[in-house]
Antibody
Framework: QVQLQESGPGLVKPSETLSLTCGVS?????????WGWIRQPPGKGLEWIGS???????YYNPSLKSRVTISVDTSNNQFSLRLTSVTAADTAVYYC???????????WGQGTLVTVSS | QSALTQPPSASGSPGQSVTISCTGT?????????VSWYQQHPGKAPKLMIY???KRPSGVPDRFSGSKSGNTASLTVSGLQAEDEADYYC??????????FGTGTKVTVL
């Protein structure tokens, strides 16, 4: 059974960088598929942040592209999200997920709340 | 890229059917058969219910079905049960944008 688990700080100061890691078990990232991040501000809908193929091709939401980096660490079977220059608008539950070739997310992490506040 | 448009709410009595719409454009929903639907209970991660417009993952009851006409996709839940009460989100491939989600619909079982 494929399982994903997000980890990282729950509180980030404005203007700083948000960094999260998603550990994957039950499947080797290097075997294929895309790996992505989705966020959900409190009480609001889902927003796709970006996806990355295991070999390195990246696709980012244009509204976040200038601030986002997704990277893969196949040796530790995990992938990461970096979001720079955060503001209160970046406060959200952040989910990591596995994306299949035909653009659907079949396995999700439980989500982690990141609050941007001084 | 704007979010796909869904009605904020939908409801039905147990045993009835409810249909949720998801309206996009020819650049996303209308242009590709890559629409998926997710169910989200409060405080939980989304769960894949439908992919590629009408396909059900293993373990999803056949009470859930999907379809598409033009720029609008639909999710129908037949034989509503109490556990179907949740938020539902559609998603579509959107070309260079890659993925876009809908605004979400809260389904209430009366």
């Amino acid at each position: 059974q494929v399982q994903l688990q997000e980890s990282g700080p729950g509180l980030v100061k404005p203007s700083e960088t948000l960094s999260l890691t998603c550990g994957v078990s039950g499947y080797s990232i290097s075997s294929g598929y895309y790996w992505g991040w989705i966020r959900q501000p409190p009480g609001k809908g889902l927003e796709w942040i970006g996806s990355m193929f295991h070999s390195g091709s990246n696709y980012y939401n244009p509204s976040l592209k200038s601030r986002v980096t997704i990277s893969v660490d196949t040796s530790n079977n995990q992938f990461s999200l970096r979001l720079t220059s955060v503001t209160a608008a970046d406060t959200a539950v952040y989910y990591c997920a596995r994306r299949r070739g035909n653009y659907f997310f079949d396995y999700w992490g439980q989500g982690t709340l990141v609050t941007v506040s001084s | 890229q704007s979010a796909l448009t869904q009605p904020p709410s939908a409801s039905g009595s147990p045993g009835q059917s409810v249909t949720i719409s998801c309206t996009g454009t020819s650049s996303d929903v209308g242009g590709y058969n890559y629409v998926s639907w997710y169910q989200q209970h409060p405080g939980k991660a989304p769960k894949l219910m439908i992919y590629e417009v009408s396909k059900r993952p293993s373990g999803v009851p056949d009470r859930f079905s999907g379809s598409k006409s033009g720029n609008t996709a639909s999710l129908t839940v037949s034989g509503l049960q109490a556990e179907d009460e949740a938020d539902y989100y559609c998603s579509s491939y959107a070309g260079s944008i890659n993925s876009v989600f809908g605004t979400g619909t809260k389904v209430t079982v009366l």
